[in-house]
């Protein structure tokens, strides 16, 4: 439903009520909603992507000077590769396997691991995926980057359960696995996987076609259909368990289509019989949300624990 005043065509309000709802909106206003950097009201749309820039990367460097790692570890068949944080943890320690956002086209691992600090601290096992970005790789590709990414890793820790967390496109990406189908996820993958940490992500990837978000993406009609989570209508039943924690959340200050998406997907994952639980971070936006990672006393930092607190109770097997 979008709202306007006598003297249209002025949009003063737009209330996401179905997952439809986005078809109705002037190409003016989709991009909008499809542009994070314009929603918290104290930054302009320059500072908040210049000051997430300069956060990311001083947080990364200062995690790969104070951290053991090990970094560079190739995997999959298209060169690429992830860095392991606190290598110096038992062999067996929970591994939070992390994909960053920056829309399937920016980042890498080099600038992703600013909260890995906070998350070794933790006592767990951090590990930082690159993946092959648009234009040179598809986002089906990039899919099938961190099923592969997830395999490698696990074959190196085969006593770790993993926590599966992403931001952003990261999000999109890793919640696809929920949905990959028992040959390529079999159940001895799929039972080692204790949480999935999923925050401000995209769900329903028709919303980017007619943007310019889809200009270097170049997905079809189709495309944006089967790469997106909110329209699957099955998930992996390895999934379907009591110990899975699924936690997806998303900052007050994102637009309504980013709000909409997290808490339909949520509910769209509860419809399908598993157990997500939805968070609105308050006095957040789509980049101070995931910065929050670093401070351990923060509520997203929180929310991992959580996450984490449920899978040290668990053997590899299940519950103790």
Same mark, same amino acid.
């Not at 006598?6 to 991009?31: C, F, I, T, Y």
């Given at each position: 439903?979008?709202? +306007?005043?006598k003297?249209?065509p002025?949009?003063?309000?737009?209330?996401?009520? %179905?997952?439809?709802?986005?078809?109705?909106?002037?190409?003016?206003?989709l991009?909008?909603?499809?542009?994070? %950097?314009?929603?918290?009201?104290s930054?302009?749309?320059?500072?908040?992507?210049d000051?997430?820039?300069?956060?990311?990367?001083?947080?990364?460097?200062?995690?790969?000077?104070?951290?053991?790692?090990?970094l560079?570890?190739? +995997?999959?068949?298209?060169?690429?590769?992830?860095d392991?944080?606190g290598?110096?943890?038992?062999?067996?320690?929970?591994i939070?396997?992390?994909?960053?956002?920056?829309?399937?086209?920016?980042?890498?691992?080099?600038?992703?691991?600013?909260?890995a600090?906070?998350?070794?601290? #933790?006592?767990?096992?951090?590990?930082?995926?690159?993946?092959?970005?648009?234009?040179?790789?598809?986002?089906?590709a990039?899919?099938?980057d961190?099923?592969?990414?997830?395999?490698?890793?696990?074959?190196?820790?085969?006593?770790?359960r993993?926590?599966?967390?992403?931001?952003?496109a990261?999000?999109?990406?890793?919640?696809n696995?929920?949905?990959?189908?028992?040959?390529?996820l079999?159940?001895?993958?799929?039972?080692?996987i204790?949480?999935?940490?999923?925050?401000?992500g995209?769900?329903?990837?028709r919303? !980017?076609?007619?943007?310019?978000?889809?200009?270097t993406?170049?997905?079809?009609?189709?495309?944006?259909?089967? !790469?997106?989570?909110l329209?699957k209508?099955?998930?992996?039943p390895?999934?379907?368990?009591?110990? !899975?924690?699924?936690?997806?959340?998303?900052?007050?200050? #994102?637009?309504?289509?980013?709000?909409?998406?997290?808490?339909a997907?949520?509910?769209?994952?509860?419809?399908?019989?598993?157990?997500?639980?939805?968070y609105?971070?308050p006095?957040?936006d789509?980049?101070?949300?995931?910065? #929050?990672?670093?401070?351990? %006393?923060?509520?997203?930092s929180?929310?991992?624990?959580?996450?984490?607190?449920?899978?040290?109770?668990?053997?590899?097997?299940?519950?103790?």
């Amino acid at each position: 439903m979008i709202l +306007y005043t006598k003297d249209q065509p002025h949009l003063v309000g737009l209330v996401m009520d %179905n997952k439809d709802a986005w078809k109705s909106l002037p190409l003016r206003e989709l991009e909008k909603q499809v542009s994070p %950097n314009l929603w918290n009201p104290s930054k302009n749309k320059v500072e908040i992507v210049d000051d997430h820039i300069k956060f990311i990367i001083n947080g990364s460097d200062e995690a790969r000077k104070n951290l053991q790692h090990k970094l560079d570890i190739p +995997y999959g068949e298209n060169d690429a590769k992830f860095d392991v944080y606190g290598t110096n943890l038992a062999a067996h320690s929970t591994i939070f396997f992390w994909v960053h956002g920056g829309g399937w086209q920016l980042n890498s691992k080099e600038s992703s691991s600013f909260f890995a600090e906070n998350v070794v601290r #933790e006592g767990l096992m951090c590990i930082i995926v690159g993946y092959n970005l648009a234009p040179e790789a598809s986002i089906q590709a990039m899919r099938s980057d961190i099923r592969s990414a997830l395999k490698k890793a696990m074959t190196m820790y085969p006593k770790s359960r993993f926590i599966i967390g992403g931001h952003s496109a990261g999000a999109h990406l890793t919640s696809n696995l929920l949905h990959t189908n028992t040959l390529e996820l079999p159940k001895e993958f799929c039972y080692r996987i204790s949480g999935f940490y999923l925050i401000s992500g995209v769900y329903d990837m028709r919303v !980017l076609m007619p943007t310019y978000v889809n200009i270097t993406l170049q997905m079809t009609p189709s495309d944006s259909v089967e !790469l997106s989570p909110l329209l699957k209508e099955a998930v992996n039943p390895h999934f379907i368990r009591e110990d !899975l924690r699924i936690t997806l959340a998303v900052g007050q200050y #994102e637009s309504p289509l980013f709000k909409f998406q997290t808490k339909a997907y949520s509910k769209h994952l509860h419809n399908m019989k598993l157990k997500p639980s939805y968070y609105l971070s308050p006095n957040d936006d789509h980049f101070s949300i995931v910065e #929050e990672l670093k401070n351990s %006393n923060s509520f997203m930092s929180k929310l991992l624990h959580n996450i984490f607190t449920n899978s040290s109770k668990l053997t590899l097997g299940g519950k103790l």
